[in-house]
């Protein structure tokens, strides 16, 4: 076949053969090959990544987890990928390997996987964190709790109607810091389960490891109404968690906000068409809390409406009223992440029969996500940190490579008209000057 010449009909001048040699679409990946390397991850791996059968392979455990690393990072998130990647020229390089495994060597990997991975994928993400935060400390870390679905089409075990989204499916939790985009914690779950169930018990970890190992960090926390449990309060303040959490809107607490109610009719009384706006606040106790707390009101009619619209924060901040409101309303960039994760490292991957493995698949996903995150926000240069996934492969992972081998050595000679060539300089070099 390489030898077969072709021509275009169209163009008689232009000939097409398949002689041009060993070549990659993935000439990037050299950089989070760099990357993970020049954070330790890849020897972590090695010292604590096993599963349990103990049986000796030619694809090792750490093998197949770092080939599907490199898999998700330039987004072949199919396990069917692997078939077509076998001859990988950069992936196979990267590993030191003449041949990546297979697609059933791949599902074999992960139905090995069982609760002790999914507590070593836990405890990597730990200690990948401590070298993080050492490279770049945080003063601040935001907790967004959100949930979200992933939809499911066959008979996996766990799957269930959630009323929320009206589809079937798992129904994980999810902690991000808005501030960095890390994902920080998730938890696979069953589709019927509610959003803020155990949010108290999930958030404890967190809050042991940040008040033990980050004491000077400041700690926040943001919820939607689903979120609003007396335990995860409790938890807050027992841990100097500052939190701003929305409460579902019922008669009592439209009662205690009954004077800036009509304050705002007072406001509108002669304009009822334009938009209005009332902030206020007061203390309120339900049963089942311990204390009063603070609840900051917004009330406003929209343009052209009648109806008023009521926004109620349960709040331990000592900020003024329009700040907290402010300051839950922007939980908005918890969707952006959440998508982020699902289109750019397909967290719905969760096609196994069992929940154990689908719980292990999902970890694996959410590890990609972090390690690529920190590899955004730690080396690329400034003009790009801000870029989705998709944009930073194509324009750092997706650099077309020709292999050649000189004496002992590996070269891979990229395109020469890449228009990110300084780009991915500047990448290479913030990589190995990172303070580890």
């Known amino acids: 076949m390489s030898l077969t010449e072709m021509k275009l009909e169209s163009n008689s001048k232009i000939r097409i053969d398949f002689g041009g040699g060993n070549l990659s679409s993935d000439g990037g990946l050299l950089l989070m090959k760099e990357f993970l390397s020049k ?3 890849e020897q972590l791996a090695a010292a604590t990544f096993k599963t349990t059968d103990g049986a000796k392979r030619f694809h090792s455990d750490v093998d197949n987890l770092l080939q599907v690393m490199y898999q998700l990072f330039s987004s072949y998130n199919e396990d069917d990928c692997a078939d077509e990647l076998s001859n990988e020229p ?8 003449e041949r990546l495994a297979s697609q059933p060597t791949l599902s074999r990997f992960f139905n090995r996987m069982d609760e002790s991975t999914l507590q070593q994928f836990s405890d990597m993400l730990i200690e990948l964190r401590k070298i993080v935060y050492r490279i770049n400390p945080p003063k601040q870390i935001l907790f967004d709790l959100d949930s979200t679905l992933l939809r499911l089409f066959g008979n996996q075990e766990g799957k269930g109607y959630n009323v929320h989204y ?8 999810l902690c991000y810091d808005s501030l960095t985009g890390d994902l920080l914690k998730a938890e696979l779950r069953t589709g ?10 999930f958030m404890q970890s967190l809050f042991d490891e940040f008040n033990d190992n980050y004491y000077q960090t400041q700690l926040f926390l ?3 109404s689903g979120f609003a449990m007396p335990d995860l309060f409790d938890a807050c303040e027992d841990n100097c968690c500052k939190y701003a959490i929305r409460l579902k809107e019922n008669s009592t607490l439209r009662k205690l906000a009954a004077e800036f109610d009509e304050i705002l009719f007072d406001r509108t009384r002669d304009n009822a068409i334009d938009y209005a706006v009332v902030y206020g606040e007061f203390d309120y106790q339900a049963g089942s809390w311990r204390h009063p707390r603070r609840v900051a009101v917004k009330i406003e009619k929209p343009h052209g409406q009648m109806d008023h619209l009521y926004t109620f924060i349960v709040t331990n901040m000592n900020l003024p009223v329009r700040d ?3 300051f839950y309303c922007n939980r908005g960039t918890m969707e952006n992440l959440i998508k982020e994760g699902k289109n750019g490292f397909d967290f719905g991957a969760v096609s196994s029969s069992t929940m154990i493995v689908n719980s292990n698949r999902f970890q694996l996903h959410c590890l990609a996500y972090n390690l690529f995150n920190w590899f955004r926000r730690l080396v690329l240069p400034k003009s790009m940190r801000k870029m989705q996934v998709d944009t930073i492969r194509l324009k750092l992972i997706k650099i077309a490579a020709r292999v050649a081998h000189k004496a002992r050595q590996l070269w891979f000679r990229l395109c020469s008209h890449c228009p990110y060539q300084d780009e991915f300089r500047i990448t290479l070099a913030n990589i190995q000057a990172l303070p580890v």
Not at 90 to 97: G, M
Not at 166 to 173: E, F, I, K, R
Not at 192 to 201: F, I, L, R
């Open 192 to 201: 019927t389960q509610y959003c803020g169930k155990d949010a108290a018990a």
């Open 39 to 41: 954070i330790g991850f």
């Open 324 to 326: 907290i409101i402010r």
């Open 90 to 97: 950069v992936i196979t390089a990267a590993l030191e390997k």
């Open 222 to 224: 943001r919820g939607d």
């Open 166 to 173: 009206a589809d079937v499916g798992y129904h994980p939790l």
